[in-house]
């Protein structure tokens, strides 16, 4: 690493001519001038007011009570006086000594500001679509991971959680699913580009900005296509007191749903009924002898508790910045024997070197440990309710004898032996230097390192033939993943008359690598995890080691100019050039432009000046955006390994090696091009803010791999880019706040719509398929032109054969009987086939909404915020997965039979044509979810100061608390990381439902 | 133009030190092109004495990029640019067509329901559920969408590919000559192989024999003759250039030898009625003194009967420490359930249960049971695992315990033993009018067969493990012998002893009917060997004695006496004719019963629409002698193929 970097060392000459420019540029002063800065409102002294003489890179800033002084190089130089908030003055010092200022606020609409790529940009001058979070939104409700906070707070965000494991991570779409391969948008935080937000501290987060559109993500060129959330954290400002925060809760989660099942007698009799629809001995001789029986997910869920505390200190000293904070939470698992640890440390400092240079940091620290829970959730649904838990005896009782799979309980204690630790170092340093008056050069450097280190043993144990192992056995890996990244950039910003600039260019490069390592072994000698490690195992036999590693490094140039002129026409453009390792010599290259125009109507003087209306601003923006989330080496034609031959008596292992697939050194990104229209408005005196936009996306230029017939030999499929896909849609987010005395309130809502359609899917390949589902993995999804991605495909159900009469009627598959479903001769041609599969709908929702409501009075708070969806269906795949005879949903209870004609639920079969994949199996997904309610109550400063606190809140707080929804899973929020096998239930960890009492505090 | 400028002004600016470090950024330079327009702004902007020094600074920057770190290898993996080059890859790149034998595509799974389970000689095994497309095999209802069909046809063309990609390279490598003629032997041995499996599974296919470019993927089918001509051709090659088992260093053992190539071609010729040929081939090997019979039928399938005189062609495997060596075969095979060594698939049917004569100890070596021990010598035995219907096992494919877990197993695949290629000169020989060599070929198989025994009462006995016994609560018996099998009509039946039947209550193990071999006239009996050998002290055709307890579930053991007729043990086959032909099928089924031998044989002879409609099974003719063509390949292929008849 150290070798390459020495050979980059063109940034660092970059780098150094732009100090030496700057240095160069610094004149020796002349004339003193001091001063106080008021508020001219309020008359406040300003504190940490910028004062710069213009033209120089000379300045200094207001100290604790306002007053500033500094040397002008000359005494008829121009004084720029500039704040945050307020508006910038200029004040030529024309000889004198003494220069007491006002500053007027700004309008507060017009100086919001928004971090977008590589800067900050006012919320007014911004041309794309950008969806803003502030962190104390997020930091209010506790939570353990920074992504699922995201559900719902912007519009055209998709948040869904992808377990309810401690540390698990979310499924996020910005604008739908632009790809069929990794469509997880881009993680920035405080300009390092991570994979990845989860480990991050939420109290830690200042802001959240979501880059939906080409304009506002197109800088990021290559990897903008699935958007880009940009995350700021905490950081402090100079000559400032100390403030220490600390912010803690404790909480207690508990499975949110459990899916109604059948009890002991119930399953009894529908087992007895199926074996005999299928011409097999009935199991049980009395079903009545049978009661209650086991309920398996009573058995392996628990109420779990959560906690976390995290203090934070931040301050300033007069050329030294600091936030420091410090968190552990720690999260038990709704299901036993697991649980996540977290320790997090983050140190974000600025140091002001000189007047105009400035460097700092932004380092996180993360430790974490954790244990896995074995899958159990698909076992207890499908487990055996006749069985208990433990035989008379005190074993576990074998549960095979009819469902086919294993005692989920048996398995928590036998199955969850691992541990689990992951260091993580993330962030990056710093360096500002301003120079020339309107210039700032910054270099960059982040670095992400990511380790991992997970140990797994197996006992021996014996509960039945499918639950044993005959062997004690350790598997140990270490997984590392480093990564650098350097940008340098120059930025140019000046204001002249009506035109205000900001320019700016620079280059980055981005390396990565990952290895892992690791081994299993054997015949451990004892069960203690004193002895969980390899040299504690017999390697005589059964030893396995393996260590694989992949690199890739980005190469980037890039520009973006802003323009506005008379403070009303806004104009962005960027460009971004990238060339990645990812993509073979052919293509390795890509341009990223972008295009935003914004206008703000109201405040052209052709309008009248209405008290009403505060904001009209529209705006559009076009740009081309890259996907490069596809394999480190895919376009290199590579020779497979360990293709090995036995020889020789006894058998040896001979290496042996071919190519035997397919390279495409033509690979190259996948391709979007976004277009955007959207309008901001602004009312009632700030009171009320509606904001729409339409968007297009058009990804071009899909990797898939293209089906090629088998007899062509090559193993794996050819991966091309062809496949395009276009998603579109509205947004539209109302927010409406009002102060009336004491009492506060707020009502905001935000939805999206997607529609979503296949476009192209290359040459020769009419449609894909996806999502494996049942017994043998009968394919469930077909991705095909005109459709969404991802749609289910199968049967059409008309209800269930009563009769045979019903039955010669026909048309048939063949061989069904009464009570059987009835599928629908799509073709038309008299009988049901493979042809007859039809599309039945998608996962992909038609509407994503999500509504809070805010209100604070006399020191109470109370908030509640919803999230939703309609539109998407959900596969109950695991109800269609039988394996022998396992559990039934209650509603089987209402299964055909001669004496129940149900319409509804064919008669009782473990297999055959009721299981096919059909309707009968999809349910719809809409849903609405009270995400999180939250009661606080802020102690009156006069007592919280006596007891030595500047602020104190108490409160309580319940998240997932309901949801409404018609499907009877565990959760209507199903995600997968897999675009075309998305929406398939097949029995998750669930999410819970918790409860917390936290104090937020201030020192 | 504005290329141009930009190139001027860095001239004149530059220094010698950025000399040396310019020229390695030409590709880079080629997509400036765009850039300047966007320079010449931003530098309009500036203050003038900058106005001069940003380009260089721009053009240090881009020029001198970090173009060099995007040049990534693969790691921990080669590229075709640097294989291929010598004698050692050549040989690492035939390995890899010998790898693909022990493929999941090309001998597990897809393959046993396409030649056992299909046939009379199994049934799907393991639980109802479990993997049930492979009943539809069984029963004959699978169709064209059918993934073990699409499934085998894949890997065999894979296999293809590979020994493709070999026969064109080899050519070009710089090796030994005579080396380099043995490994395109080899290979072109495997592509032999690969295309017979196709040709006989189904039908008229695409005949590839390079590996195709883009324009050549949509395949019309070949003429199945125009596939037997290639597949006598690549076997012809094979047999020339291969050396003989006997001359390849041992280290070599498992590879193609002229005697499997002249084998192969024997079969072949057997498919292709050509008797002629067929029976000179097999006389060729049988003449070579290569190959011999084992004396031990048991052993042939052990782990010490691996690679032995009888073997032919033999697809290696093992298990070793590093798990990279081992064939799924054994695995799907493997007892399933207590001990656990396998998932239990492809069980042996009731209908080849029945086919074994009696006292045929192949049935034993042939059909692992229930309650019967494990052939490792461990003592262990098979439990009754009560989610599997009708369970038995292939014997032929068990391992027993075997270092890691998964895809490990260790047995080796038997593709040709001796006493085939001894029943194909048989047939051939008496196609070709030769009875007398017919029958002395079926012969010598069948006196293998009798261990060198001459005489049987029908009575397989079996040993009492310690294990059953305690199950069965058997506790005031010692571990002697029962009857395992009592074949209907058969001279123990008609005497009264029945077989050992066992049924579930419950998951419990009920034992209804149970007889322990006491004596034999008078000769005690205490375990197996002692039986067979009470056996062979009577005289044929003898009516002696046999002393059996008789237990039944709930009640006290009861001894009587049965008098059973003494017959001889596997006959010579002295038959001529039809009966001849017939005994000769006969011998083939249960001399390679579970060796994936009996589907294609039972096409080939043109009875296998007789044998599976007596069993039931819906078989069509004209219809299901082949398997259809993978639907998927024919809306590949844009239709060029076509479908086979009736499907």
Redesign the interface.
């Given at each position: 690493m150290k070798n390459?970097l020495r050979?980059?060392h063109?940034?660092f000459?970059?780098g150094l001519?732009?100090l030496l420019?700057a240095a160069g540029s610094t004149v020796f002063a002349q004339h003193e001038v001091r001063g106080t800065v008021t508020d001219a409102e309020t008359d406040e002294p300003l504190i940490g007011v910028n004062i710069m003489v213009l033209g120089t890179t000379i300045g200094t800033t207001t100290d604790a009570n306002g007053v500033y002084m500094l040397t002008a190089p000359e005494p008829d130089a121009t004084l720029q006086f500039s704040y945050l908030g307020f508006d910038t003055r200029e004040i030529p010092i024309e000889g004198r000594e003494q220069i007491d200022v006002t500053m007027t606020p700004t309008e507060i609409v017009g100086e919001e500001l928004v971090i977008v790529g590589y800067g900050v940009q006012r919320r007014r001058d911004v041309t794309g679509s950008i969806g803003r979070v502030e962190g104390d939104r997020l930091a209010r409700i506790p939570t353990q991971s920074v992504d699922q906070t995201l559900q719902g707070v912007s519009a055209g965000i998709q948040v869904t959680p992808s377990s309810g494991a401690p540390g698990a991570s979310s499924v996020i779409r910005i604008r739908g699913v632009g790809t069929l391969n990794d469509a997880s948008p881009l993680f920035v935080v405080d300009g390092m580009i991570l994979d990845d937000i989860n480990f991050l501290n939420p109290n830690d987060i200042e802001s959240v900005d979501i880059l939906k559109d080409a304009s506002a993500a197109a800088i990021y060129g290559a990897r903008g296509a699935n958007g880009v959330i940009l995350i700021t954290t905490n950081r402090s400002t100079i000559d400032r007191p100390t403030e220490i925060k600390v912010n803690t809760y404790y909480g207690w989660q508990e499975v949110a749903r459990t899916v109604p099942l059948t009890n002991a007698r119930e399953f009894a009799t529908l087992a007895n009924e199926a074996a005999m629809n299928e011409g097999r001995t009935p199991p049980f001789e009395d079903p009545t002898q049978f009661g209650e029986g086991t309920d398996w997910q009573d058995e392996i869920f628990r109420v779990a508790p959560i906690r976390s505390i995290s203090i934070s200190a931040a301050g300033g000293t007069s050329r030294t910045a600091y936030n420091l904070s410090a968190s552990v939470t720690g999260q038990d698992g709704i299901i036993h024997n697991n649980y996540l640890d977290r320790y997090s440390f983050r140190v974000n400092n600025d140091y002001y070197l000189t007047d105009n240079i400035q460097v700092g940091h932004n380092l996180a620290f993360i430790y974490e440990d954790f244990r896995n829970a074995p899958g159990v959730v698909g076992t207890a649904y499908r487990a055996d309710p006749t069985v208990p838990v433990f035989t008379e005896d005190g074993n576990y009782s074998p549960t095979?004898?009819r469902a086919?799979v294993g005692n989920p309980v048996a398995d928590l204690e036998f199955n969850s032996n691992n541990e689990n630790f992951r260091q993580r170092l993330a962030g990056n340093a710093y360096l500002h230097i301003d120079f020339?008056d309107h210039f700032r050069y910054r270099s960059n450097f982040g670095i992400d390192v990511n380790r991992t280190h997970n140990r797994n043993f197996s006992p021996i144990f014996f509960v039945s033939?499918?639950q044993?192992s005959?062997q004690r056995?350790i598997n140990v890996s270490n997984n590392y993943a480093n990564k650098i990244l350097w940008e340098?950039t120059v930025q140019?910003q000046?204001t002249i008359d009506e035109h205000r600039?900001d320019?700016l260019?620079g280059?980055t490069?981005e390396?990565f690598r990952s290895e892992n390592l690791g081994g299993g072994r054997?015949n451990v000698i004892g069960d203690d995890p004193s002895l969980w490690y390899l040299n504690a195992a017999d390697?005589?036999?059964?030893?396995?080691n393996f260590?694989?590693?992949?690199?890739?490094?980005?190469?980037s140039?890039l520009?973006r100019?802003n323009y506005t002129w008379r403070d009303r026409y806004m104009l962005t453009t960027s460009?971004r050039?990238d060339?990645?390792?990812r993509f073979g010599?052919l293509n390795?290259?890509g341009?990223f432009p972008s295009f935003g125009l914004g206008w703000v109507v109201t405040d052209e003087p052709f309008l009248p000046d209405l008290p009403w209306l505060d904001l009209i601003k529209p705006r559009i923006s076009w740009g081309i955006l890259g996907n490069d989330r596809i394999g480190?080496?895919e376009y290199?034609?590579?020779?497979?390994?360990?293709?090995?031959?036995?020889?020789?008596?006894?058998?040896?292992?001979?290496?042996?090696?071919?190519?035997?697939s397919l390279?495409n050194p033509e690979i190259r990104w996948e391709e979007t091009t976004q277009t955007n229209i959207g309008i901001e408005t602004v009312f009632l005196n700030q009171r009320l803010s509606i904001d729409a936009d339409y968007y297009r996306r058009d990804t071009d230029g899909i990797l898939v791999a293209i089906?090629?017939?088998?007899?062509?030999?090559?193993?794996g499929q050819p991966i091309v880019n062809a496949a395009e896909v276009r998603n579109s849609g509205f947004e539209l987010t109302i927010n409406w706040q009002e102060s009336r005395g004491r009492f506060f309130y707020s009502i905001g809502g935000n939805m999206t719509t997607v529609s979503n359609e296949v476009l192209d899917l290359g040459r020769?390949n009419e449609e894909i398929f996806g999502g494996g589902v049942g017994?043998?993995g009968m394919l469930a999804t077909r991705t095909i032109i005109g459709q969404p991605i991802g749609s289910f495909f199968g049967y059409k159900t008309d209800g269930i054969f009563q009769n045979q009469d019903e039955i010669d009627a026909g048309p048939l598959r063949g061989g069904e009987q009464p009570g059987d479903l009835r599928y629908v001769d799509i073709t038309g041609d008299g009988q049901i086939t493979?042809d007859d599969r039809t599309d039945l709908g998608s996962p992909i929702p038609d509407l994503i909404f999500s509504f809070n409501v805010e209100f604070a009075y006399l020191g109470f708070d109370l908030s509640a915020s919803f999230t939703g969806q309609a539109g998407n269906k959900i596969y109950n795949a695991k109800k269609q997965a039988?394996?022998?005879t396992p559990n039934f949903e209650r509603a089987a209870l209402d299964r055909w039979t001669e004496d129940n004609p149900s319409t509804t639920y064919p008669r009782i079969t473990?297999?055959g044509h009721n299981y096919l994949v059909s309707d009968f199996f999809i349910e719809d997904g809409d849903f609405l979810k009270l995400q999180n309610l939250t009661l606080g109550y802020t102690i009156g400063s006069q007592i919280s100061e006596r007891i030595g606190f500047s602020t104190l809140r108490v409160y309580a707080s319940a998240s997932n608390l309901f949801t409404w929804t018609g499907y009877e899973g565990y959760t209507p929020e199903i995600a997968s990381p897999s675009v075309i096998a998305n929406g398939i239930d097949d029995a998750f960890y669930p999410f819970a439902r918790t409860i917390n009492l936290g104090i937020n505090a201030t020192f | 133009m504005l290329h141009l400028t930009l190139h001027i002004q860095m001239n004149r600016q530059m220094n010698t030190n950025l000399h040396t470090t310019l020229p390695a950024a030409h590709t880079l330079r080629a997509h400036l092109l765009h850039l300047p327009r966007l320079l010449r702004m931003l530098r309009n902007t500036l203050p003038l004495q900058l106005r001069n020094t940003l380009p260089v600074l721009l053009a240090l920057v881009l020029f001198t990029g970090c173009e060099s770190h995007l040049d990534k290898t693969p790691l921990g993996q080669q590229t075709t640019e640097n294989f291929f080059t010598d004698e050692e890859e050549a040989i690492q790149a035939t390995n890899a067509s010998y790898n693909k034998l022990r493929d999941w595509n090309i001998h597990v799974f897809d393959f046993l329901g396409l030649t056992d389970m299909i046939s009379d000689d199994a049934t799907k095994g393991s639980t109802p559920t479990d993997a049930a497309f492979l009943t539809e095999l069984e029963n004959l209802t699978h169709d064209a969408g059918h993934q073990s069909v699409l499934g085998w046809w894949i890997g065999n063309y894979q296999g293809i590919y590979r020994t493709n990609v070999n026969l064109q390279n080899l050519p070009d490598t710089d090796m030994n000559p005579d080396l380099r003629n043995r490994l395109m032997a080899e290979n072109r041995f495997l592509r032999a192989y690969f295309y017979f499996n196709l040709v006989r599974g189904y039908g008229d296919v695409p005949l590839i024999t390079r590996p195709l470019t883009p324009e050549e993927y949509d395949q019309e089918r070949t003429p199945s003759a125009n596939v037997y001509a290639q597949i006598i051709e690549d076997l012809e090659f094979a047999a020339d250039h291969l050396p003989l088992k006997s001359q390849y260093p041992a280290a070599d053992l498992g590879r193609a030898t002229q005697g499997a190539a002249e084998s192969m071609l024997a079969r072949v010729y057997l498919y292709m009625e050509d008797y002629g040929q067929a029976e000179s081939y097999a006389r060729s090997v049988i003449t070579s003194g290569e190959y011999d019979l084992l004396d031990d039928y048991f052993m042939i399938f052990t782990e010490q009967g691996e690679n032995s005189p009888e073997s032919i062609f033999e697809v290696q495997a093992t298990a070793t420490e590093e798990g990279a060596g081992g064939s799924q075969y054994g695995q799907v095979q493997g007892v399933r359930g207590t001990p656990n060594l396998g998932w239990g698939f492809n069980h042996p049917s009731r209908d080849l249960d029945a086919a074994f004569e009696p006292g045929d100890l192949r049935h034993q070596a042939t059909i692992l049971f229930p309650w019967e021990e494990l052939p490792d010598g461990t003592g262990r035995t098979v439990i009754e695992n009560h989610t599997m219907e009708d369970e038995r096992y292939n014997k032929k494919a068990f391992a027993g315990d075997f270092p890691g877990t998964i895809d490990n197993y260790p047995v080796n695949i038997r593709r040709f033993r001796y006493s085939d290629l001894l029943l194909i000169a048989a047939e051939a020989a008496y196609r070709n009018g030769n009875e007398g060599d017919a029958r002395q070929f079926l012969n010598d198989v069948r006196e293998r067969a009798r261990v060198g025994r001459t005489l049987t009462i029908g009575i397989l006995p079996e040993n009492a493990s310690p294990h059953m016994v305690n199950v069965l609560n058997l506790g005031d018996l010692d571990t002697r012998v029962f009857a395992r099998m009592v074949h209907e009509g058969g001279p123990a039946d008609l005497a009264g002893i029945e077989s050992f039947d066992h049924s579930l209550d419950r998951g419990r193990v009920r034992a209804n009917l149970l007889d322990m071999i006491v004596s034999v006239n008078g000769i005690a009996i205490t375990d197996r060997e002692s039986f067979l050998d009470a056996v062979d002290a009577q005289s044929d055709d003898a009516t002696v004695p046999v002393v059996v307890h008789r237990i039944r579930h709930g009640q006290s053991p009861e001894e009587f006496t049965v008098n059973v007729t003494v017959q001889e043990l596997l006959p010579d086959v002295t038959a001529s004719g039809q009966a001849l032909l017939d005994a000769i099928w006969h011998e083939r089924r249960v001399e390679l019963a579970m060796e994936q031998k009996r589907w294609f044989d039972l096409v080939r002879q043109g009875r296998a629409a007789q044998v599976m409609q007596d069993l039931g099974v819906n078989f069509v003719t004209g219809k299901h002698e082949l398997f259809p063509i993978p639907q998927n390949e024919i809306d590949l292929s844009n239709r060029a193929l076509t479908q086979n008849p009736n499907w």
């Amino acid at each position: 690493m150290k070798n390459r970097l020495r050979r980059c060392h063109f940034l660092f000459c970059f780098g150094l001519a732009a100090l030496l420019l700057a240095a160069g540029s610094t004149v020796f002063a002349q004339h003193e001038v001091r001063g106080t800065v008021t508020d001219a409102e309020t008359d406040e002294p300003l504190i940490g007011v910028n004062i710069m003489v213009l033209g120089t890179t000379i300045g200094t800033t207001t100290d604790a009570n306002g007053v500033y002084m500094l040397t002008a190089p000359e005494p008829d130089a121009t004084l720029q006086f500039s704040y945050l908030g307020f508006d910038t003055r200029e004040i030529p010092i024309e000889g004198r000594e003494q220069i007491d200022v006002t500053m007027t606020p700004t309008e507060i609409v017009g100086e919001e500001l928004v971090i977008v790529g590589y800067g900050v940009q006012r919320r007014r001058d911004v041309t794309g679509s950008i969806g803003r979070v502030e962190g104390d939104r997020l930091a209010r409700i506790p939570t353990q991971s920074v992504d699922q906070t995201l559900q719902g707070v912007s519009a055209g965000i998709q948040v869904t959680p992808s377990s309810g494991a401690p540390g698990a991570s979310s499924v996020i779409r910005i604008r739908g699913v632009g790809t069929l391969n990794d469509a997880s948008p881009l993680f920035v935080v405080d300009g390092m580009i991570l994979d990845d937000i989860n480990f991050l501290n939420p109290n830690d987060i200042e802001s959240v900005d979501i880059l939906k559109d080409a304009s506002a993500a197109a800088i990021y060129g290559a990897r903008g296509a699935n958007g880009v959330i940009l995350i700021t954290t905490n950081r402090s400002t100079i000559d400032r007191p100390t403030e220490i925060k600390v912010n803690t809760y404790y909480g207690w989660q508990e499975v949110a749903r459990t899916v109604p099942l059948t009890n002991a007698r119930e399953f009894a009799t529908l087992a007895n009924e199926a074996a005999m629809n299928e011409g097999r001995t009935p199991p049980f001789e009395d079903p009545t002898q049978f009661g209650e029986g086991t309920d398996w997910q009573d058995e392996i869920f628990r109420v779990a508790p959560i906690r976390s505390i995290s203090i934070s200190a931040a301050g300033g000293t007069s050329r030294t910045a600091y936030n420091l904070s410090a968190s552990v939470t720690g999260q038990d698992g709704i299901i036993h024997n697991n649980y996540l640890d977290r320790y997090s440390f983050r140190v974000n400092n600025d140091y002001y070197l000189t007047d105009n240079i400035q460097v700092g940091h932004n380092l996180a620290f993360i430790y974490e440990d954790f244990r896995n829970a074995p899958g159990v959730v698909g076992t207890a649904y499908r487990a055996d309710p006749t069985v208990p838990v433990f035989t008379e005896d005190g074993n576990y009782s074998p549960t095979d004898a009819r469902a086919s799979v294993g005692n989920p309980v048996a398995d928590l204690e036998f199955n969850s032996n691992n541990e689990n630790f992951r260091q993580r170092l993330a962030g990056n340093a710093y360096l500002h230097i301003d120079f020339l008056d309107h210039f700032r050069y910054r270099s960059n450097f982040g670095i992400d390192v990511n380790r991992t280190h997970n140990r797994n043993f197996s006992p021996i144990f014996f509960v039945s033939a499918i639950q044993q192992s005959e062997q004690r056995s350790i598997n140990v890996s270490n997984n590392y993943a480093n990564k650098i990244l350097w940008e340098n950039t120059v930025q140019f910003q000046r204001t002249i008359d009506e035109h205000r600039i900001d320019l700016l260019s620079g280059v980055t490069f981005e390396q990565f690598r990952s290895e892992n390592l690791g081994g299993g072994r054997i015949n451990v000698i004892g069960d203690d995890p004193s002895l969980w490690y390899l040299n504690a195992a017999d390697d005589s036999e059964g030893m396995t080691n393996f260590n694989s590693a992949g690199e890739w490094a980005i190469f980037s140039v890039l520009g973006r100019a802003n323009y506005t002129w008379r403070d009303r026409y806004m104009l962005t453009t960027s460009l971004r050039y990238d060339g990645s390792s990812r993509f073979g010599e052919l293509n390795r290259y890509g341009w990223f432009p972008s295009f935003g125009l914004g206008w703000v109507v109201t405040d052209e003087p052709f309008l009248p000046d209405l008290p009403w209306l505060d904001l009209i601003k529209p705006r559009i923006s076009w740009g081309i955006l890259g996907n490069d989330r596809i394999g480190n080496y895919e376009y290199a034609a590579t020779v497979a390994g360990n293709l090995n031959a036995v020889f020789g008596p006894g058998g040896n292992i001979y290496f042996g090696a071919l190519p035997i697939s397919l390279s495409n050194p033509e690979i190259r990104w996948e391709e979007t091009t976004q277009t955007n229209i959207g309008i901001e408005t602004v009312f009632l005196n700030q009171r009320l803010s509606i904001d729409a936009d339409y968007y297009r996306r058009d990804t071009d230029g899909i990797l898939v791999a293209i089906p090629i017939p088998g007899y062509i030999g090559v193993e794996g499929q050819p991966i091309v880019n062809a496949a395009e896909v276009r998603n579109s849609g509205f947004e539209l987010t109302i927010n409406w706040q009002e102060s009336r005395g004491r009492f506060f309130y707020s009502i905001g809502g935000n939805m999206t719509t997607v529609s979503n359609e296949v476009l192209d899917l290359g040459r020769g390949n009419e449609e894909i398929f996806g999502g494996g589902v049942g017994i043998g993995g009968m394919l469930a999804t077909r991705t095909i032109i005109g459709q969404p991605i991802g749609s289910f495909f199968g049967y059409k159900t008309d209800g269930i054969f009563q009769n045979q009469d019903e039955i010669d009627a026909g048309p048939l598959r063949g061989g069904e009987q009464p009570g059987d479903l009835r599928y629908v001769d799509i073709t038309g041609d008299g009988q049901i086939t493979t042809d007859d599969r039809t599309d039945l709908g998608s996962p992909i929702p038609d509407l994503i909404f999500s509504f809070n409501v805010e209100f604070a009075y006399l020191g109470f708070d109370l908030s509640a915020s919803f999230t939703g969806q309609a539109g998407n269906k959900i596969y109950n795949a695991k109800k269609q997965a039988r394996f022998g005879t396992p559990n039934f949903e209650r509603a089987a209870l209402d299964r055909w039979t001669e004496d129940n004609p149900s319409t509804t639920y064919p008669r009782i079969t473990d297999g055959g044509h009721n299981y096919l994949v059909s309707d009968f199996f999809i349910e719809d997904g809409d849903f609405l979810k009270l995400q999180n309610l939250t009661l606080g109550y802020t102690i009156g400063s006069q007592i919280s100061e006596r007891i030595g606190f500047s602020t104190l809140r108490v409160y309580a707080s319940a998240s997932n608390l309901f949801t409404w929804t018609g499907y009877e899973g565990y959760t209507p929020e199903i995600a997968s990381p897999s675009v075309i096998a998305n929406g398939i239930d097949d029995a998750f960890y669930p999410f819970a439902r918790t409860i917390n009492l936290g104090i937020n505090a201030t020192f | 133009m504005l290329h141009l400028t930009l190139h001027i002004q860095m001239n004149r600016q530059m220094n010698t030190n950025l000399h040396t470090t310019l020229p390695a950024a030409h590709t880079l330079r080629a997509h400036l092109l765009h850039l300047p327009r966007l320079l010449r702004m931003l530098r309009n902007t500036l203050p003038l004495q900058l106005r001069n020094t940003l380009p260089v600074l721009l053009a240090l920057v881009l020029f001198t990029g970090c173009e060099s770190h995007l040049d990534k290898t693969p790691l921990g993996q080669q590229t075709t640019e640097n294989f291929f080059t010598d004698e050692e890859e050549a040989i690492q790149a035939t390995n890899a067509s010998y790898n693909k034998l022990r493929d999941w595509n090309i001998h597990v799974f897809d393959f046993l329901g396409l030649t056992d389970m299909i046939s009379d000689d199994a049934t799907k095994g393991s639980t109802p559920t479990d993997a049930a497309f492979l009943t539809e095999l069984e029963n004959l209802t699978h169709d064209a969408g059918h993934q073990s069909v699409l499934g085998w046809w894949i890997g065999n063309y894979q296999g293809i590919y590979r020994t493709n990609v070999n026969l064109q390279n080899l050519p070009d490598t710089d090796m030994n000559p005579d080396l380099r003629n043995r490994l395109m032997a080899e290979n072109r041995f495997l592509r032999a192989y690969f295309y017979f499996n196709l040709v006989r599974g189904y039908g008229d296919v695409p005949l590839i024999t390079r590996p195709l470019t883009p324009e050549e993927y949509d395949q019309e089918r070949t003429p199945s003759a125009n596939v037997y001509a290639q597949i006598i051709e690549d076997l012809e090659f094979a047999a020339d250039h291969l050396p003989l088992k006997s001359q390849y260093p041992a280290a070599d053992l498992g590879r193609a030898t002229q005697g499997a190539a002249e084998s192969m071609l024997a079969r072949v010729y057997l498919y292709m009625e050509d008797y002629g040929q067929a029976e000179s081939y097999a006389r060729s090997v049988i003449t070579s003194g290569e190959y011999d019979l084992l004396d031990d039928y048991f052993m042939i399938f052990t782990e010490q009967g691996e690679n032995s005189p009888e073997s032919i062609f033999e697809v290696q495997a093992t298990a070793t420490e590093e798990g990279a060596g081992g064939s799924q075969y054994g695995q799907v095979q493997g007892v399933r359930g207590t001990p656990n060594l396998g998932w239990g698939f492809n069980h042996p049917s009731r209908d080849l249960d029945a086919a074994f004569e009696p006292g045929d100890l192949r049935h034993q070596a042939t059909i692992l049971f229930p309650w019967e021990e494990l052939p490792d010598g461990t003592g262990r035995t098979v439990i009754e695992n009560h989610t599997m219907e009708d369970e038995r096992y292939n014997k032929k494919a068990f391992a027993g315990d075997f270092p890691g877990t998964i895809d490990n197993y260790p047995v080796n695949i038997r593709r040709f033993r001796y006493s085939d290629l001894l029943l194909i000169a048989a047939e051939a020989a008496y196609r070709n009018g030769n009875e007398g060599d017919a029958r002395q070929f079926l012969n010598d198989v069948r006196e293998r067969a009798r261990v060198g025994r001459t005489l049987t009462i029908g009575i397989l006995p079996e040993n009492a493990s310690p294990h059953m016994v305690n199950v069965l609560n058997l506790g005031d018996l010692d571990t002697r012998v029962f009857a395992r099998m009592v074949h209907e009509g058969g001279p123990a039946d008609l005497a009264g002893i029945e077989s050992f039947d066992h049924s579930l209550d419950r998951g419990r193990v009920r034992a209804n009917l149970l007889d322990m071999i006491v004596s034999v006239n008078g000769i005690a009996i205490t375990d197996r060997e002692s039986f067979l050998d009470a056996v062979d002290a009577q005289s044929d055709d003898a009516t002696v004695p046999v002393v059996v307890h008789r237990i039944r579930h709930g009640q006290s053991p009861e001894e009587f006496t049965v008098n059973v007729t003494v017959q001889e043990l596997l006959p010579d086959v002295t038959a001529s004719g039809q009966a001849l032909l017939d005994a000769i099928w006969h011998e083939r089924r249960v001399e390679l019963a579970m060796e994936q031998k009996r589907w294609f044989d039972l096409v080939r002879q043109g009875r296998a629409a007789q044998v599976m409609q007596d069993l039931g099974v819906n078989f069509v003719t004209g219809k299901h002698e082949l398997f259809p063509i993978p639907q998927n390949e024919i809306d590949l292929s844009n239709r060029a193929l076509t479908q086979n008849p009736n499907w």
